[in-house]
């Protein structure tokens, strides 16, 4: 394989169940060494876009290519080379954490000993090596999922795809994960995840992919994405309920654009403190306001007219 | 790139029997590493192996007792293929069929979890493992623990004396393939299952085979209807075995064991189609 040539290429790629499209038609390329990310609401299509790229799902339409492999006549060959950390767990309720391993390395056909060394050693590196023996019901969220993600890697796989990673999980855990992540990727791990957070994908992808309808409506690093879609500031102003729709009219004209929303007003500007000072000289002072930088979450209101996470 | 190297390569299998790699739905033919799932379910199921034997070994000890202390003395001798057999000798091979039935039938059941609740299936079908390993590996842990059953049950037909001819240790093999028959049927039907409340099913369907399928009483019994204890599958088993343990060899028995072969490859390529359909999407 070509040196340049993308691990995974995506052109036209469609997925169907019955009349329900689910992925329209989407193109993207993720190179060896990166983290890429798909970003969407619930219903955006990304988990069916990762159950095509790690050929357990059949392409409908479109081309699919992994390695420079066709999942539909590779998909053995394409699996060996894929960790996955699925959105649940699906552990082996039915073994201890460290079983569930060794049994998963025996899948793709690493000797028995071999498997018991590597389980170890990547307990070790999912700081649970003290739980190896335990059943896996009693495991809070977090460690369940570190465990997959030890799972995942037991093939020591060349890309590694990761569905909505931290979702239900509290902060805490949250960072643990993202540090184990990091480090995969120092190592040189090519990570492809979706997530519907906006700070796990600004952390984690230097690309992404932003997701809606089962279409992309954008892609870039997160940065850039910001910088193209959005004014650098956000003034967020809160009115006394139900009275943020009747703004509209009074912030005319200030900043580059404003968004109403149920419960406040975001009003898009590149100084966003001196877009305040104008909301207060025409007497719109609201309960509240908070000025911060504009973020992904902005980007995808803009780009879909939705927030993400309903 | 030309397009026959992006056609998956014959398995050494389907060279050597072509035939048999034509006949099987392509989901068996990819079945490469079946004995990864049976060592998962023997990590799973060593710490209580011990109980499946115990469990095997009582349930035909009284059975067995029963039906010697029972119906023994109440029934007079039964004729089979022109010789005159003790009722006891009569009922016992048809019972280790039933017993070889209900082990791989109870284990099939398990399926069902594996692939609504536990989600087993979806983990193992993330790697290279196939859907056609997974029925394979299932169907043969099935059968492991039918011949476990039937090992147990046999024992205790020695010890009790319900046994006529040396012949009669093919009733192990005859049982293999008795439990294989009923794995690939047993995995089907958790395949079809849609709810825990479903599995009321399972008796309704087997209950009848177990008391039809000449098990108790001879295909005499039936009249000119006898042709439709053939319909059967367990019926298969039982006159087989039936046979076997009265030393009574003939070359009808080949057609009870294709009968019964034939059940078993269907019942593991509908589930594998099914499971594929279901978890495959």
Same mark, same amino acid.
């Given at each position: 394989?070509?040196?340049?040539?993308?691990?995974?290429?995506?052109?036209?790629?469609?997925?169907?169940?019955?009349?329900?499209?689910?992925?329209?038609?989407?193109?993207?390329?993720? =190179?060896?060494?990166?983290?890429?990310?798909?970003? &969407?609401?619930?219903?955006?299509?990304?988990?069916?876009?990762? !159950?095509?790229?790690?050929?357990?799902?059949?392409?409908?339409?479109?081309?699919?290519?992994?390695? &420079?492999?066709?999942?539909?006549?590779?998909?053995?060959?394409?699996?060996?080379?894929?960790?996955?950390?699925?959105?649940?767990?699906?552990?082996?309720?039915?073994?201890?954490?460290?079983?569930?391993?060794?049994?998963?390395?025996?899948?793709?056909?690493?000797?028995?000993?071999?498997?018991?060394?590597?389980?170890?050693?990547?307990?070790?590196?999912?700081?649970?090596?003290?739980?190896?023996?335990?059943?896996?019901?009693?495991?809070?969220?977090?460690?369940?999922?570190? @465990?997959?993600?030890?799972?995942?890697?037991?093939?020591?796989?060349?890309?590694?795809?990761?569905?909505?990673?931290?979702?239900?999980?509290?902060?805490?855990?949250?960072?643990?994960?993202?540090?184990?992540?990091?480090?995969?990727?120092?190592?040189?791990?090519?990570? @492809?995840?979706?997530?519907?957070?906006?700070?796990?994908?600004?952390?984690?992808?230097?690309?992404?992919?932003?997701?809606?309808?089962?279409?992309?409506?954008?892609?870039?690093?997160?940065?850039?994405?910001?910088?193209?879609?959005?004014?650098?500031?956000?003034?967020?102003? !809160?009115?006394?309920?139900?009275?943020?729709?009747?703004?509209?009219?009074?912030?005319?004209?200030?900043?580059?654009?404003?968004?109403?929303?149920?419960? !406040?007003?975001?009003?898009?500007?590149?100084?966003?403190?001196?877009?305040?000072?104008?909301?207060?000289?025409?007497?719109?002072?609201?309960?509240?306001?908070?000025?911060?930088?504009?973020?992904?979450?902005?980007?995808?209101?803009?780009?879909?007219?939705?927030?993400?996470?309903? | 790139?030309?397009?026959?190297?992006?056609?998956?390569?014959?398995?050494?299998?389907?060279?050597?029997?072509?035939?048999?790699?034509?006949?099987?739905?392509?989901?068996?033919?990819?079945?490469?590493?079946?004995?990864?799932?049976?060592?998962? =379910?023997?990590?799973?199921?060593?710490?209580?192996?011990?109980?499946?034997?115990?469990?095997?070994?009582?349930?035909?000890?009284?059975?067995?007792?029963?039906?010697?202390?029972?119906?023994?003395?109440?029934?007079?001798?039964?004729?089979?293929?022109?010789?005159?057999?003790?009722?006891?000798?009569?009922?016992?091979?048809?019972?280790?069929?039933?017993?070889?039935?209900?082990?791989?039938?109870?284990?099939?059941?398990?399926?069902?979890?594996?692939?609504?609740?536990?989600?087993?299936?979806?983990?193992?079908?993330?790697?290279?493992?196939?859907?056609?390993?997974?029925?394979?590996?299932?169907?043969?842990?099935?059968?492991?623990?039918?011949?476990?059953?039937?090992?147990?049950?046999?024992?205790?037909?020695?010890?009790?004396?319900?046994?006529?001819?040396?012949?009669?240790?093919?009733?192990?093999?005859?049982?293999?393939?008795?439990?294989?028959?009923?794995?690939? @049927? &047993?995995?089907?039907?958790?395949?079809?299952?849609?709810?825990?409340?479903?599995?009321?099913?399972?008796?309704?369907?087997?209950?009848?085979?177990?008391?039809?399928?000449?098990?108790?009483?001879?295909?005499?019994?039936?009249?000119?209807?006898?042709?439709?204890?053939?319909?059967?599958?367990?019926? =298969?088993?039982?006159?087989?075995?039936?046979?076997?343990?009265?030393?009574?060899?003939?070359?009808?028995?080949?057609?009870?064991?294709?009968?019964?072969?034939?059940?078993?490859?269907?019942?593991?390529?509908?589930?594998?189609?099914?499971?594929?359909?279901?978890?495959?999407?």
């Amino acid at each position: 394989m070509d040196t340049d040539e993308p691990l995974i290429r995506a052109r036209g790629l469609e997925k169907r169940f019955g009349d329900f499209e689910a992925v329209k038609g989407i193109d993207f390329d993720v =190179h060896r060494g990166e983290s890429f990310g798909f970003l &969407g609401p619930n219903g955006a299509g990304k988990s069916s876009t990762m !159950r095509m790229v790690g050929a357990v799902s059949p392409v409908t339409g479109g081309e699919l290519r992994l390695f &420079g492999l066709d999942p539909a006549t590779d998909g053995k060959a394409i699996r060996a080379r894929l960790g996955v950390v699925p959105q649940q767990d699906q552990l082996d309720e039915m073994l201890n954490v460290e079983d569930n391993l060794v049994i998963y390395g025996r899948y793709f056909d690493i000797s028995y000993a071999e498997s018991r060394a590597q389980a170890r050693k990547l307990l070790e590196f999912v700081q649970l090596e003290d739980r190896a023996t335990s059943k896996i019901m009693p495991l809070s969220g977090g460690m369940k999922r570190r @465990v997959t993600i030890a799972r995942s890697l037991m093939n020591d796989p060349e890309i590694l795809l990761l569905d909505e990673p931290t979702t239900g999980l509290d902060p805490q855990a949250r960072h643990v994960l993202w540090d184990r992540l990091y480090r995969l990727k120092q190592q040189g791990v090519t990570l @492809v995840l979706t997530t519907h957070y906006m700070d796990e994908a600004e952390q984690l992808c230097d690309r992404l992919v932003i997701m809606d309808e089962g279409r992309i409506v954008a892609e870039g690093p997160p940065a850039e994405l910001i910088r193209v879609h959005s004014p650098r500031e956000v003034l967020e102003l !809160r009115y006394p309920a139900g009275a943020n729709a009747e703004q509209g009219p009074a912030l005319e004209g200030i900043g580059a654009r404003q968004e109403v929303l149920p419960d !406040r007003v975001l009003v898009y500007a590149d100084d966003g403190e001196a877009a305040l000072s104008e909301v207060h000289r025409r007497g719109a002072s609201p309960e509240s306001a908070l000025v911060r930088r504009s973020s992904l979450e902005d980007v995808f209101l803009r780009l879909t007219g939705r927030t993400l996470v309903e | 790139m030309t397009t026959a190297s992006t056609r998956p390569r014959a398995t050494n299998a389907q060279r050597a029997f072509p035939l048999t790699a034509m006949l099987l739905p392509p989901a068996l033919r990819q079945a490469h590493r079946p004995f990864r799932i049976l060592e998962r =379910h023997w990590f799973v199921g060593k710490t209580s192996f011990i109980w499946i034997i115990l469990g095997g070994f009582f349930e035909p000890f009284f059975f067995l007792i029963s039906t010697d202390l029972g119906f023994g003395g109440l029934i007079d001798d039964i004729e089979v293929g022109g010789t005159l057999v003790p009722y006891v000798e009569f009922v016992a091979p048809a019972l280790l069929a039933a017993s070889a039935m209900n082990g791989a039938m109870y284990e099939t059941m398990n399926v069902f979890f594996r692939i609504n609740f536990d989600k087993t299936y979806e983990s193992m079908l993330a790697t290279p493992v196939t859907v056609g390993d997974v029925v394979i590996g299932d169907v043969l842990w099935a059968t492991l623990r039918g011949a476990i059953y039937s090992v147990a049950f046999m024992a205790v037909m020695v010890a009790m004396g319900m046994t006529s001819s040396w012949w009669g240790v093919l009733m192990l093999p005859g049982s293999i393939v008795i439990a294989l028959a009923f794995g690939g @049927v &047993g995995l089907t039907a958790a395949t079809m299952l849609r709810s825990i409340e479903d599995f009321e099913y399972v008796p309704t369907a087997s209950l009848p085979l177990f008391l039809f399928s000449a098990t108790f009483f001879p295909v005499s019994a039936y009249g000119d209807l006898g042709w439709i204890v053939n319909l059967s599958p367990l019926y =298969h088993g039982v006159a087989l075995l039936r046979a076997l343990n009265l030393g009574q060899l003939s070359w009808g028995l080949l057609g009870h064991v294709a009968v019964l072969l034939a059940i078993a490859v269907v019942g593991v390529s509908v589930a594998a189609r099914r499971i594929e359909r279901t978890l495959l999407t």
